[in-house]
T-cell receptor, first 117, second 114 residues
Framework: AQKITQTQPGMFVQEKEAVTLDCTYD???????LFWYKQPSSGEMIFLIY??????QNATEGRYSLNFQKARKSANLVISASQLGDSAMYFC??????????????FGQGTELSVKP | DTGVSQDPRHKITKRGQNVTFRCDPI?????LYWYRQTLGQGPEFLTY????????KSRLLSDRFSAERPKGSFSTLEIQRTEQGDSAMYLC????????????FGQGTRLTVV
């Protein structure tokens, strides 16, 4: 069973507008972490934001926020005030258990975001 | 630059040849991961090291693949008798072993098998 699902292969957004990238996950482990990474055409995976399963508040990092709905098992990324440089692939990832259990990430298939001027 | 470094960035090889990639993690990070990413897909976990010990290997890591981290610092990933299906981006990442923090990725090695 797919553990991370990103249902939007591609998204378009107008510059300066906000956009939401969807991510749902599946796990039976009560302890997990959710991550969003950005991958520009250069290939490097750039960490954006992290949400722990026990965190009470939604994570925010500058223009990025994570809409964490635990009961629905969703962890959507919201990018506010989109910029042309935000055009890239975006991956949602999950780490099951705490780091002492391994720490490997399971990635979704990604969403390609295009920001229009 | 104190980030994760991978070498080479690009590699073109003929089918049947052996290739070796190198990853230098962030110096204070105990954990090192290798992932493979094919076109249009998210990265898939291959293997990880805690210091010099290889603690987990994915089923994706066939017997043609071997990874080492001899002194708990840099790591190498070798592919023997390459096949066209091995063409992919090979990503290395590192993280500390304490606390639930993000993994830091290198820029990857893009392998093309012709």
């Amino acid at each position: 069973a797919q553990k991370i699902t990103q249902t939007q292969p591609g998204m378009f957004v107008q510059e300066k507008e906000a956009v939401t990238l969807d991510c749902t996950y599946d796990t039976s482990d009560p302890s997990y972490g959710l991550f969003w990474y950005k991958q520009p055409s250069s290939g490097e995976m750039i960490f954006l934001i992290y949400q722990g399963s026990y965190d009470q508040q939604n994570a925010t990092e500058g223009r990025y926020s994570l809409n964490f709905q635990k009961a629905r098992k969703s962890a959507n990324l919201v990018i506010s005030a989109s910029q042309l440089g935000d055009s890239a692939m975006y991956f949602c990832a999950m780490r099951e258990g705490f780091l002492n259990q391994g720490g490997k990430l399971i990635f979704g298939q990604g969403t390609e975001l295009s920001v229009k001027p | 630059d104190t980030g994760v470094s991978q070498d080479p960035r690009h590699k073109i090889t003929k089918r049947g040849q052996n290739v070796t990639f190198r990853c230098d993690p962030i110096s204070e990070h105990n954990r090192l991961y290798w992932y493979r990413q094919t076109l249009g897909q998210g990265p898939e976990f291959l293997t990880y090291f805690q210091n010099e010990a290889q603690l987990e290997k994915s089923r994706l890591l066939s017997d043609r693949f071997s990874a080492e981290r001899p002194k708990g610092s840099f790591s190498t990933l070798e592919i023997q008798r390459t096949e066209q299906g091995d063409s992919a981006m090979y990503l290395c990442a590192s993280s500390p072993s304490r606390g639930d923090t993000e993994a830091f990725f290198g820029q990857g090695t893009r392998l093309t098998v012709v």
